[in-house]
C-alpha cells in the first residue's frame, strides 16, 4: 500500500526533473533569444530572412513534435543518436523557447520611441552605450508581463518532456496509475500550482520594483 | 565671423525633395530662428544640422571643423563622428528625457561615458577617473541649477511637469557645451501657460552669448530673442533678416501670408 509520504517522494523526484529542465531552459534561453533578435532586426538580409524562417517553424510546429525531431533525427541522418533523453528535451525546450523569448524582445525593442535613440546619439553615445545605458531597462520594463506569462507556461511544459520518456512528475504519477492508483496523477498539479504560485509572487515582487519610472 | 556654415544642403525622402539647396550661416555668439509652416524644412534642416539625418548633398560646418561634406566619401571613423556630433547640440520637441534615471543622471550620464572611455584609452588611474566623475557632477549641478531645477535633482523625469522635464533637458544639451545649440520646436509640446519657463531658459542662454538655432512656432519669442529670422517655404530659406525686417516688413509674399495667418490665430 503506497502512502501519501511515498508518493510525495516519488512525485517530487519527477518534479525534481521538471525544475532541472526549467531551470535549465531559462538560464539558456534567455540570452540565445536575445541573439535570435538582434538576428531577427539586423540589417543584413539574409541572416534576418534566415532568423525568420527559423522563428516561423519553431513557434509554427508543436513542441511535442520538436522534442521527437531532437531525439530521432540527428541519429537517423548522422548516425549520432542523442543518448540522454534529458538532453535531447533540453535541447528542444531551449531551441523552441528562445525563439518565443525573442519575438517577446523584439516587440519590447520596437515599442521604445525613436526619440530614446536619437537623444542618446545627439549627446554622443555610441550605438552600444544607447542599448545598454538607455534601452535595455526600458525594455526589461515593458516585456515583465508578457516574459512572467511565458516563463509559466514553460514550467507547465516541462511534463511534456515525458513524450520522449524523461522521468518527470506526470510520468511518475502515471506509474501508479498504471497499478489502479489514480490520485497522485490529480496531486501532480499541487506542484505546479504551488511553484508557479511563487513564480507569480516574484515577477509581482519585480515589476514593482520597476515602478518608479514611467516609460 | 561665422561659427555654423550650411552651403547648398540637399534632402529628399523618397520622392520628396525635402530640402532644396539651403545656405545660411550663423555668426558666433548670435541667435537665430526659423519659422515656417509644416512641411517646410524646417525640421530636416535642423535633424541634419545636428546630424540625425543624412543629408544628399552640400556641406555644413561648426567653427573650422566640417561636420558633413557630401563630396568626401572617405568612411569616418567613430572618433570623428562622435566629435562631429558634439559640435552641436540638440533639444527636442518631445523632451525625450531618459524616464529610469534622475535628472542628475540624465545631465550627467553621456559626459561621464565620455570621460570613462577616454580614461580607459590613457589608463588613467582610478583616484583620477573618480576625481573627474565629481567634477562631472558638480558642473551638473551648476548646470541644474541654473535652468532653476537644483531642488529636482534626485526626481525623475515621470515625476516633473513638462516645463521642467524640458529645462532639464536643456541642462543634458549643455552639459556637453555644444558650440551650437539647437532646438527643434521647443515649447510645442507643453500647455500655453508653462511654455514661458522654458522660454525664459533660452532667453538666459542668448543674453549669455550662446549661439543657438531655434527652430519655432513662438513668433512673439523669435521676434524678441532672435538677432536674425530666417523664413523656410517649400525646402528653401525664402527670406531671412533681422526680427524687425522678417515679422515687420515682410517681402516675400509666402511671408506674408504665413504671418497673417499665424498672428490671426
Not at chain 1, 490520485?183 to 515602478?211: C, H, M, Q, S
Not at chain 2, 528625457?97 to 545631465?107: A, G, K
Not at chain 2, 523625469?157 to 513638462?162: M, N, Q, R, V
Amino acid at each position: 500500500m503506497e502512502t501519501f509520504i511515498s508518493v510525495s517522494t516519488e512525485l517530487l523526484k519527477g518534479f525534481g526533473e521538471n525544475l532541472k529542465l526549467f531551470s535549465l531552459t531559462l538560464l539558456l534561453a534567455l540570452p540565445i533569444g536575445l541573439l535570435i533578435t538582434f538576428c531577427s532586426m539586423s540589417k543584413f538580409k539574409p541572416l534576418k530572412w534566415l532568423s525568420k524562417t527559423f522563428v516561423w517553424i519553431i513557434r509554427g510546429t508543436p513542441l511535442m513534435l520538436q522534442l521527437f525531431v531532437v531525439l530521432y533525427v540527428p541519429g537517423l541522418l548522422f548516425n549520432y543518436p542523442i543518448k540522454i533523453r534529458f538532453t535531447a528535451a533540453l535541447i528542444a525546450f531551449v531551441i523552441n523557447y528562445s525563439c518565443y523569448f525573442s519575438e517577446i524582445y523584439r516587440g519590447g525593442i520596437e515599442s521604445i520611441s525613436r526619440g530614446q535613440y536619437e537623444a542618446g546619439q545627439v549627446l554622443g553615445m555610441t550605438k552600444t552605450q544607447v542599448f545598454f545605458r538607455v534601452v535595455l531597462l526600458q525594455v526589461v520594463k515593458r516585456i515583465v508581463p508578457p516574459m512572467s506569462n511565458e516563463i509559466i507556461t514553460l514550467v507547465k511544459d516541462t511534463s511534456l518532456a515525458r513524450v520522449i520518456a524523461v522521468a518527470e512528475i506526470i510520468m511518475m504519477a502515471d506509474r501508479f496509475s498504471a497499478r489502479g492508483i489514480i490520485w497522485p496523477l490529480f496531486y501532480t498539479g499541487a506542484f505546479f500550482l504551488l511553484f508557479n504560485g511563487l513564480l507569480t509572487v516574484v515577477f509581482g515582487r519585480i515589476e514593482k520594483k520597476l515602478d518608479y519610472f514611467r516609460g | 565671423m561665422a561659427l555654423l556654415e550650411v552651403q547648398n544642403l540637399h534632402k529628399t525622402f523618397g520622392k520628396t525633395e525635402v530640402l532644396k539647396g539651403i545656405d545660411f550661416t550663423i555668426d558666433e555668439g548670435s541667435v537665430v530662428s526659423v519659422i515656417g509652416s509644416s512641411g517646410s524644412g524646417k525640421t530636416t534642416l535642423l535633424r541634419c544640422i545636428t546630424g540625425l539625418e543624412t543629408a544628399d548633398c552640400g556641406k555644413i560646418s561648426v567653427g573650422d571643423r566640417v561636420t558633413f561634406d557630401s563630396t568626401d566619401k572617405r568612411k569616418l571613423t567613430k572618433a570623428e563622428k562622435r566629435e562631429n556630433q558634439l559640435c552641436t547640440g540638440l533639444v527636442f520637441q518631445s523632451f525625450n528625457l531618459f524616464p529610469q534615471y534622475t535628472v542628475l543622471r540624465n545631465v550627467t550620464l553621456a559626459k561621464e561615458l565620455l570621460v570613462k572611455e577616454e580614461c580607459k584609452q590613457q589608463k588613467c588611474p582610478r583616484t583620477e577617473i573618480k576625481a573627474r566623475i565629481s567634477e562631472i557632477e558638480e558642473t551638473a549641478k551648476q548646470i541644474i541649477d541654473s535652468v532653476g531645477l537644483s531642488d529636482k535633482l534626485e526626481n525623475y523625469p515621470c515625476e516633473l511637469s513638462g516645463g521642467q522635464q524640458q529645462r532639464v533637458a536643456i541642462a543634458r544639451a549643455l552639459m556637453l557645451s555644444p558650440k551650437v545649440l539647437c532646438f527643434d520646436e521647443p515649447t510645442s509640446a507643453l500647455d500655453p501657460e508653462i511654455t514661458g519657463e522654458v522660454l525664459a531658459v533660452i532667453r538666459k542662454l542668448a543674453n549669455e552669448g550662446r549661439t543657438m538655432l531655434i527652430v519655432t512656432h513662438e513668433m512673439g519669442f523669435a521676434h524678441e530673442v532672435s538677432n536674425e529670422v530666417v523664413f523656410m517655404s517649400d525646402g528653401v530659406i525664402a527670406e531671412r533678416g533681422t526680427p524687425d525686417e522678417v515679422f515687420d516688413h515682410p517681402k516675400n509674399a509666402r511671408l506674408q501670408e504665413f504671418l497673417s495667418a499665424t498672428l490671426r490665430a
